[in-house]
Every structure is written in structure tokens, then in C-alpha cells.
């Protein structure tokens, strides 16, 4: 054929690389968003990012309840880097990484745990540090196999467009071609402005297991809402294309830091849920309280963040009383349900009924607070419900039907 057809066709052939890893949400604990680039280790021995840094988190996930939750994922992120070997080959800052990467997967391996590791595709890191051109893609992910890392985060930093279209499927090609099951997130979306058409979401559910749509995460209630706001605004692109292996990360909770109260914390919790979000705590855990701890341990909130058919939830509803509800649909016909209240007077009785959140007539269903554990029996859809939400807070319903009615003759 002339060589035009050939082009498309070449062109037209999708790469699906289904790896077959995070059918759920990952859960688990990622350096960034509390630790950041924090490397001087002389001035804060215990919060700079080292080696000490991931045994010690590695040690509380798995002593402290949280692996058998689910968290499993120790990630680390931006800052490990010391340079590339005489061969190329990347290794860790020696001094804060003495006994290197491999080390401390085999230490996360030995406590049921698995270990992720970060590069950027381009010339350097965000922070600096030496990048992925696309001549070292393979020989990178060859490295991050022989170490036995479990995930990597490609971040986009100080590369081009042509680059990364070109990059992102070609770091999918040669972690598939490492043999080793390597979960993979991609920051590309989030350089792109996160929409289409300069993002093709199928292409990305063929490629990647994650991928980062919009601006990092910050600590402050500000910042949680301008995540939240942007998801919702695009939730008619976001929602359809979120299913198990692929996934849309509205970024770290920022649960157990500083700039979020109990209310808009557990509003975090609840709607990453509801959203089908990734589970990646960035906190302290060596000296979180008990009441965040309760917020991330939730069983039954885990249960419907974990729900087989991993569908993202929507608003269904944005009140003029700044109240709004979202919606998951979850396995064994039973959906998450979480009532938000954008108020900051008091606490709001919010007056709704399942029929005005179009639920069927034929059924009489039960809901479990997820939250307090409170049973309400008996809701058929014309039953008249209050929920009362704190400012800046959430009531989150665990909803299930517990029998159908008989439907009468017409
Ligand atoms: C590589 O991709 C193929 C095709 O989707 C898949 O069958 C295989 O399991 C993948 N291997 C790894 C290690 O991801
Ligand atoms: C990456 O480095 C090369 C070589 O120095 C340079 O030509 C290119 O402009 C850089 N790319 C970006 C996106 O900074
Ligand atoms: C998006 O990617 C898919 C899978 O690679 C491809 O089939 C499709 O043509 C692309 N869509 C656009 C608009 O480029
Ligand atoms: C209920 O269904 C109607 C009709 O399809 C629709 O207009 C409305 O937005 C739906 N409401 C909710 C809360 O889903
Ligand atoms: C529920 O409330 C609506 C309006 O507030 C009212 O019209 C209706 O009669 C109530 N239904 C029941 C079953 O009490």
C-alpha cells in the first residue's frame, strides 16, 4: 500500500495495556502534600524525605490498622532523586537513601505493603531533579522493575506537549515490558488543562490506572473546594470514564493536617468516596488523633469507596440553599448518598424525600448513617426526611432497598 495508509493504519491501532491492577480505588499513603520537598535532614531529621521517613510510615500502615483497611500503597514522591550512574541508571540520594529503593521495597513487601515511586517525564522533576527524556523511558522503567517498585507516578513537569503524547504511551509499552505489575499513574491529564479535546480520556483508560485531571491539592478548605467545583463542572466528561482499573484523581486527602476542621474533613472523606477517588493519605500517621484516624478508618465508608463496580458518583442536586447532594450508584443495588451543605450560618435541617432524588416508588428502602451508624428503616420514596448538616459538613447515607412492594394492577 502507499505509505499513507500505512501511517493511518499504524495510526488507528489502540494500545491497550490493561495490566489488570486497581479493579478498586488505591488506597494507601503518599509523601507530597505533607512532607513535600522538606531534604534537610539535619535541621528535621524526622520529617525530611529519607529512607527513616517510609520505614516509619511503612511501620504505622502496618501496625496500626490501617493495611488491613485497605491503605497498602507507600508512595513515595518528588525529592528521592541523587543522579544517574555512569550507565545511566537512576539512583537515590545516598544520604538520604543509604540502603536505596530496592531496600525499602523488599521492607514494604515484608510488612504486607507495597512501595510507589515517582519520576517526571522531561528534562528535570518538578522539584529539579534528574527527569525521564524519552530516550530513558525503558531503561527507567527496567530500573523501577529490578527495585521491585508496585506503582509510579509520571508527573509532567518540563516537557512539551509533543513530548508527553508521545511519552505517557511509551512509559505504558515498557512497564507492560518489564513483565512486573506496575501500576501506573499519570500526571499528563493535569498538563493539558484536563478536558477535551487536548485530553483523549480513552486513550488514557487504555494506558494508564490513574491519572491527575486538575491543580495539586493545597492544605486549606479553599483548595479542596476548587478540586471539588472542577470535578463537578466536568462531571459529564469526568464521571463516564472512571471504572475499575482507571481511575480520576482529584488528588490527596489532606485529613489529620492543618488546614481542615472535623466538618471539612469528614466532607473530604465522603466525597472523595462518593467520587470513586484514589485513597491517598498524606498526613503524619506517627501522630494523627484518634478523631482523624476515625474519619480515614471507616469500614463501611472504605466498603462503598471499595464498591465492585467502581462508578463514580455525581451531584444530582445543587440547592439554592447552598445544600447539595451527589449520588453513587454501588453494587447489590445499594447507593452512597452525601447531603453537603456550602453553608456558614448553623447547622441546617434539610427537608428531602428519596422520590425527589428520583428513586423508585416500588421499593422501601433502609439507610445507614455512615458517620454516626444511625439505622432509618422504612424510607418509601414519599416518606418526608430531615438531615441535619453542620456548616461545611456532610450527612452521608449508606442507602439499600429491603423489599420491593407490590406493584398494583393498572
Ligand atoms: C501487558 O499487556 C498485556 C496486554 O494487555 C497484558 O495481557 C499483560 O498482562 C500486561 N503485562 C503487564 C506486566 O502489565
Ligand atoms: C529539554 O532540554 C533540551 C536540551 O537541553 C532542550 O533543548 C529542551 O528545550 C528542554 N525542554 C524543555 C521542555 O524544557
Ligand atoms: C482517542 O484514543 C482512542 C484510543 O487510542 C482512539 O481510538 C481515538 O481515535 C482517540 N480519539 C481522538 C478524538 O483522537
Ligand atoms: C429526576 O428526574 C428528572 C426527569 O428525568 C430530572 O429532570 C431531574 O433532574 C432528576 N432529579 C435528580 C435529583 O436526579
Ligand atoms: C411531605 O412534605 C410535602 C411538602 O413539604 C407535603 O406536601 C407532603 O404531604 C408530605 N408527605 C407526607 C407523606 O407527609
Given at each position: ?74 508512595n ?40 510507589g515511586i515517582y519520576e ?12 525521564t ?7 527507567d522503567a527496567?530500573?523501577f522493575a529490578?527495585?521491585?517498585v508496585d506503582m509510579l507516578k509520571l ?16 512509559m505504558?509499552?515498557?512497564l ?6 506496575i501500576a501506573f499513574s499519570c ?224
Amino acid at each position: 500500500p502507499p505509505p499513507t495508509v500505512l501511517l493511518l493504519a499504524l495510526a488507528s491501532q489502540v494500545l491497550v495495556l490493561e495490566n489488570g491492577l486497581l479493579r478498586k480505588p488505591p488506597m494507601g499513603w503518599l509523601a507530597w502534600e505533607r512532607f513535600r520537598c522538606n531534604i534537610d535532614c539535619s535541621e528535621d531529621p524526622k520529617n525530611c524525605i529519607s529512607e527513616q521517613l517510609f520505614m516509619e510510615m511503612a511501620d504505622r500502615l502496618a501496625q496500626d490498622g490501617w493495611r488491613d483497611l485497605g491503605y497498602v500503597y507507600l508512595n513515595i514522591d518528588d525529592c528521592w532523586i541523587g543522579g544517574r550512574d555512569a550507565k545511566g541508571n537512576l539512583v537515590p540520594d545516598r544520604k538520604r537513601f543509604p540502603h536505596g529503593i530496592a531496600f525499602l521495597a523488599d521492607y514494604a513487601h515484608s510488612l504486607g505493603l507495597k512501595l510507589g515511586i515517582y519520576e517526571d517525564l522531561g528534562n528535570f522533576t518538578c522539584m529539579g531533579y534528574p527527569g525521564t527524556t524519552l530516550d530513558k523511558v525503558v531503561q527507567d522503567a527496567q530500573t523501577f522493575a529490578e527495585w521491585k517498585v508496585d506503582m509510579l507516578k509520571l508527573d509532567g513537569c518540563y516537557s512539551t506537549p509533543q513530548e508527553r503524547a508521545e511519552g505517557y504511551p511509551k512509559m505504558a509499552a515498557a512497564l507492560n515490558a518489564t513483565g512486573r505489575p506496575i501500576a501506573f499513574s499519570c500526571s499528563w491529564p493535569a498538563y493539558e488543562g484536563g478536558l477535551p479535546p487536548k485530553v483523549n480520556y480513552t486513550l488514557l483508560a487504555d494506558i494508564c490506572n490513574l491519572w491527575r485531571n486538575f491543580d495539586d491539592i493545597q492544605d486549606s478548605w479553599r483548595s479542596v473546594l476548587s478540586v471539588l467545583d472542577w470535578f463537578v463542572t466536568h462531571q459529564d466528561v469526568l464521571q463516564p470514564i472512571a471504572g475499575p482499573g482507571h481511575w480520576n484523581d482529584p488528588d490527596m486527602l489532606l485529613i489529620g493536617n492543618f488546614g481542615l476542621s472535623f466538618e471539612q474533613a469528614r466532607a473530604q472523606m465522603a466525597l472523595w468516596t462518593v467520587l470513586a477517588a484514589p485513597l491517598f493519605m498524606s498526613t503524619d500517621l506517627r501522630t494523627i488523633s484518634a478523631q482523624n484516624m476515625d474519619i480515614l478508618q471507616n469500614p463501611l465508608m472504605i466498603k462503598i469507596n471499595q464498591d465492585p463496580l467502581g462508578i463514580q458518583g455525581r451531584r444530582i442536586l445543587k440547592e439554592k440553599s447552598h445544600i447539595e447532594v451527589y449520588l453513587r450508584p454501588l453494587a447489590s443495588e445499594a447507593s452512597a448518598i452525601v447531603f453537603f451543605s456550602r453553608r456558614m450560618d448553623m447547622p441546617y435541617h434539610y427537608h428531602s424525600s428519596l422520590a425527589r432524588l428520583n428513586f423508585s416508588s416500588s421499593v422501601v428502602y433502609e439507610a445507614q448513617d455512615v458517620y454516626t451508624g444511625d439505622i432509618i428503616s422504612g424510607l418509601q420514596d414519599k416518606t418526608n426526611f430531615t438531615v441535619i448538616i453542620n456548616p461545611s459538613g456532610v450527612v452521608m447515607w449508606y442507602l439499600y432497598p429491603i423489599r420491593k412492594l407490590e406493584i398494583p394492577q393498572q
